[in-house]
């Protein structure tokens, strides 16, 4: 089974630019959830769609963060305009349901240097 | 809310030996899931073990072993035999069981480093 796939592995931009992660789950898997994680801390969600709808984008700061998972397949995250402070880790997961021993399924995320 | 404290940011252990590495947890839910990452360098968070609450026997798998204490919200990683590609982040993770609120919090990792 491949795993979620992510790119590009590294990005580095300048304040105020903008920039796309995108993220391909594992197939058939219906949830698909996009963490931020910054140097030294524990990953935290952003967004979560199942299938192509949102469930949780409560933590995402709207004003500069979008997100979207066309046909309930891949995701594109999109930050406009870049903050020093959005310097992380961003990490897509993936899991196919409710039952959740089933586990999530990591990427190996996108490190973005904001300078 | 839902909060998970690792206490040791830092561990260390000689190899073939055994660790155990801290978490306690805050919540209101009476059914959840915990688990244990291990991030290494290269960043993917690979699953470790993972535990059910309404589940009394604690976890193992191989060498992993977890001690799970509902009434004091603990939920310790016990590693036997440590080995040099134990070397990486660990984080431990909670998930409510409710349907659709199956966001994962983390706490904030230990740093374990395997000496040869």
């Known amino acids: 089974e491949a795993g979620v796939a992510q790119s590009p592995r590294y990005k580095i931009i300048e304040k105020r630019q903008s920039v796309a992660f995108w993220c391909n789950p594992i197939?058939?898997?219906?949830?698909l959830y996009w963490y931020q994680q910054i140097l030294g801390q524990g990953p935290k969600l952003l967004i979560q769609?199942?299938?192509?709808?949102?469930?949780?984008d409560s933590q995402l700061p709207k004003d500069r963060f979008s997100a979207e998972r066309l046909k309930g397949v891949d995701s594109t995250l999109k930050i406009q305009p870049a903050k020093l402070e959005d310097s992380a880790v961003y990490l897509c997961?993936?899991?196919?349901?409710?039952?959740?021993?089933?586990?999530?399924?990591f990427g190996s995320g996108t490190r973005l240097t904001v300078v | 809310a839902q909060t998970v404290t690792q206490s040791q940011p830092e561990m260390s252990v000689q190899e073939a030996e055994t660790v155990t590495l801290s978490c306690t947890y805050d919540?209101?839910?009476?059914?959840?899931?915990l688990f244990w990452y291990k991030q290494p360098p290269s960043r993917q968070m690979i699953l470790v073990i993972r535990?059910?609450?309404?589940?009394?026997q604690n976890a193992t798998e191989n060498r992993f072993s977890v001690n799970f204490q509902k009434a004091a919200k603990s939920f310790s990683l016990k590693i036997s035999d440590s080995q040099l590609g134990d070397t990486a982040m660990y984080f431990c993770?909670?998930?409510?069981?409710?349907?659709?609120?199956?966001?994962?919090?983390f706490g904030t990792g230990t740093r374990l480093t395997v000496i040869p």
């Open positions: 997961a993936s899991s196919s349901g409710p039952d959740r021993l089933v586990g999530y399924t």
């Open positions: 197939s058939g898997h219906a949830t």
């Open positions: 769609f199942q299938n192509n709808g949102v469930v949780d």
């Open positions: 919540t209101s839910e009476s059914n959840y899931y």
């Open positions: 535990q059910e609450a309404y589940k009394q």
């Open positions: 993770a909670f998930t409510p069981a409710q349907a659709g609120a199956n966001n994962l919090f």
